[in-house]
């Protein structure tokens, strides 16, 4: 399925989840979770989107560890060095009621801060590697 698929697509997709994260970030009256949620989903939908782009066959996962583990250079070592454990536990912590972890504004303005160093990432890597 994730082979035939437009990667440029998908990094859209990226960039609309971090662009409703940032925005969930200014509104007070909404849990912080949602904007965590959106901005997993941006750095998972961007790392696919590198893989795509880069023809690397990949299982589906929610695991952005597993994703950057994948991925060719840059994209790999600058994604590497981010705290993707920060950023991994909301792929499924936000979206249900549960044990949730308490959140700080501090902390979901990082979260969305490394998803945002991720899909810039791989949307350099895109553009400079050209068409797939």
């Known amino acids: 399925m994730f082979e035939q698929s437009d990667p440029h697509e998908w990094l859209r997709f990226a960039q609309e989840d971090l ?4 925005l969930l970030v200014t509104v007070a009256e909404l849990p912080a979770r949602m904007a ?9 939908k961007a790392l696919k ?4 782009h880069a023809a690397i ?3 589906k996962t929610h695991d952005l560890v597993v994703l950057v ?4 250079e840059p994209v790999r070592s600058e994604a590497g060095n ?3 454990q920060r950023l991994q536990q909301w ?7 549960a044990d949730l972890p308490d ?30």
């Not at 949620?37 to 750095?43: K, N, P, R, V």
């Not at 792929?91 to 009621?97: E, G, L, T, V």
């Not at 902390?107 to 400079?128: F, H, M």
């Open 57 to 59: 066959h990949f299982r």
């Open 19 to 22: 662009a409703a994260a940032q």
């Open 82 to 84: 981010l705290d993707l």
């Open 91 to 97: 792929a499924a912590d936000a979206r249900y009621p």
């Open 36 to 44: 965590c949620f959106h901005a997993q989903q941006a750095a998972e």
């Open 49 to 52: 989107a590198s893989l795509m």
């Open 103 to 132: 959140i700080t504004a501090g902390e979901v303005v990082a979260v969305v801060a490394i998803a945002d160093q991720i899909v810039a990432v791989v949307a350099t890597a895109l553009r400079t590697n050209g068409p797939a």
């Open 69 to 72: 583990a994948l991925q060719p």
